[in-house]
């Protein structure tokens, strides 16, 4: 059974950094396509960014795109999203999720539990 455990997540000033790491267990990484995803409160959730299957590709959305960074690191079965200038509409819960099959803003089969990002003004 796929599992995917996020962690990272906490409190940080407007303009500041956060790395949030999903680590994924029960399945092959290197098979998956990963992405990430947040919900605010009130808000439906949204699409974040996605890195390809063996990392060949990233895509971001408009909001985050020059900000956010999506890596890997196979050997540790972990994806990464680095955060930067962080703003107080970037406060959500984040989500990362994999799939074999789909990749970017398409439906996906694993998710993890979430974690929770929140930048004060």
């Known amino acids: 059974q796929v599992q995917l455990v996020e962690s990272g997540g906490g409190l940080v000033q407007s303009g500041g950094s956060l790395r949030l790491s999903c680590v994924v267990s029960?399945?092959?990484?290197?098979?998956?396509?990963m992405s990430w995803f947040r919900q605010a409160p009130g808000k439906e959730r949204e699409f974040v960014g996605a890195?390809?299957?063996?990392?060949?590709?990233?895509v971001y959305a408009d909001s985050v795109k020059g900000r956010f960074t999506i890596s890997e690191d196979n050997a540790k079965n972990t994806v990464y999203l680095q955060m930067n200038s962080l703003k107080p509409e970037d406060t959500a819960v984040y989500y990362c999720a994999a799939d074999p099959l789909t990749w970017g803003k398409g439906k996906y089969d694993y998710w993890g539990q979430g974690t929770q990002v929140t930048v004060s003004s």
């Open positions: 890195i390809s299957r063996r990392g060949g590709s990233t």
């Open positions: 029960g399945g092959t990484f290197s098979s998956y396509a």
